[in-house]
C-alpha cells in the first residue's frame, strides 16, 4: 500500500521536522554573496543519459556519469557532483510543483540533485550529513503555442521517451542533450536550508530554487502523467509534489540579478578531461597534487578550475 505525505511522519519522524521542503517562498532577503554558479559540463554533449521509471516514487530518474558534472560557486563554497535529476508533476496543469513562489504553483519542477563531493567521500556518506546535499530546483511552466520561442526543445525531446518506460523499473536511453539547456535564461535564485522531499525527508539539502521557469506546452506535460494511469496506481501518487511545509524560523535569501545561462556565459565549462582528474584529486587522494596541476595546464583548462586547484592543494 502507498502512503500519501500526510502518512510520512510514521515512516520517519524526521517528515515532522523543523527544516523541510519544499516551502512557500513568500519573502526573501538579498544576499550578496549568493553568486553565480559555475557547471562543469553542463553544456556538454553527448552524454550517456538514461530514463528510469521509479514505481515506488511515481519520479522519473535521469541518470548521467556523475563524475563528470559539478557545481560550485553559488554561495556553497565547495564542489558537488550531480547524483540524478528528476521530475515532480501534478494531475493537471494548475498545480505540480513542490516549491511554491509566493504562492503560485508551477505545473512542473525539476530537480537537480549534487552530493558534497568536496567534503564527503561519496554520496552515501554525503547523505548522512547536514550539508551533504545540494539541489537545484527549476519551476516548469506551459505555453499553448507549439512555436513559442521559450520553449525548451530538449525537455519536450525528453518527454518522447516516457512512453518507453511504462512499468517501475522500466528504463531506456535517450539522445544526448545538455543539461544547461534545462536552466532558465535568467538564473536569479533563492536560497533556504531545507530537506529531501521523500521519506525519510533527511534535513541534509540546501536548496537552490531559481526564480524563471523554463516553457513546454501542455501537451508535453501531460506525458508526465500518462503513464501513472497506465500504471494503475494509487490515487495518491497520481501527483508527485509533496504540499509545503512550514518555515519555521528559517530565512529565505534571494541572489542578486543574475547572468544569462546561454552558452556563451563564462560561467559553464566542458572540458571533459581536466574535469574528471580534478574529481579525482578532490576524491581524496594524497600526492597527486603537482601530478594533477601539470595535467591541467597541458589541457588548458580554464583559469578558474585552476586556482580551485590551487586552493585545496
Ligand atoms: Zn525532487
Redo the contacts with the bound molecule.
Keep these: 500500500m502507498e502512503l500519501g505525505p500526510s502518512h510520512w511522519p510514521e515512516i520517519s519522524m524526521v517528515c515532522n521536522g523543523t527544516r523541510q521542503s519544499p516551502i512557500n517562498i513568500s519573502k526573501s532577503t538579498t544576499n550578496n554573496s549568493l553568486d553565480d554558479f559555475v557547471f562543469h559540463n553542463y553544456n556538454a554533449t553527448p552524454l550517456v543519459t538514461t530514463v528510469t521509471y521509479n514505481g515506488h516514487t511515481g519520479?522519473f530518474q535521469v541518470t548521467v556519469p556523475s563524475d563528470t558534472l559539478m557545481i560550485h560557486g553559488g554561495g556553497l563554497n565547495d564542489i558537488y557532483n550531480l547524483a540524478q535529476f528528476?521530475?515532480?508533476w501534478g494531475s493537471n496543469d494548475s498545480y505540480g510543483s513542490?516549491h511554491l513562489d509566493h504562492g503560485k504553483a508551477y505545473p512542473g519542477?525539476i530537480?537537480f540533485?549534487h552530493w558534497h563531493s568536496g567534503k564527503y567521500s561519496n554520496l552515501n556518506e554525503s547523505f548522512k550529513h547536514d550539508d551533504g546535499v545540494a539541489?537545484l530546483?527549476v519551476f516548469i511552466d506551459v505555453v499553448q503555442d507549439a512555436n513559442d520561442p521559450r520553449i525548451s526543445k530538449d525537455l519536450a525531446k525528453l518527454t518522447d521517451y516516457f512512453v518507453n518506460i511504462k512499468f517501475p523499473g522500466n528504463q531506456t536511453n535517450c539522445a544526448p542533450f545538455t543539461l544547461a539547456s534545462l536552466l532558465p535564461k535568467n538564473l536569479t535564485y533563492y536560497r533556504y536550508l531545507g530537506s529531501?522531499?521523500?521519506p525519510d525527508c533527511s534535513e541534509i539539502v540546501t536548496w537552490t530554487v531559481y526564480q524563471s521557469p523554463i516553457y513546454i506546452t501542455s501537451d508535453q506535460m501531460a506525458k508526465f502523467r500518462h503513464f501513472h494511469r497506465m500504471e494503475h496506481l494509487d490515487e495518491d501518487l497520481d501527483h508527485?509534489n509533496r504540499p509545503v511545509q512550514p518555515l519555521y524560523n528559517r530565512e529565505v535569501y534571494n541572489s542578486p540579478t543574475s547572468f544569462s545561462s546561454s552558452s556563451s556565459s563564462s560561467s559553464f565549462f566542458s572540458s571533459p578531461s581536466p574535469l574528471s582528474a580534478f574529481v579525482f584529486f578532490r576524491a581524496g587522494i594524497q600526492g597527486q597534487c603537482v601530478k594533477m596541476m601539470m595535467a591541467l595546464v597541458f589541457t588548458s583548462i580554464s583559469f578558474h578550475s585552476f586556482f580551485q586547484c590551487e586552493i585545496n592543494c
Design positions: 519520479q528528476h521530475f515532480h513542490e519542477e530537480h540533485v539541489v530546483g529531501l522531499t521523500t508527485t
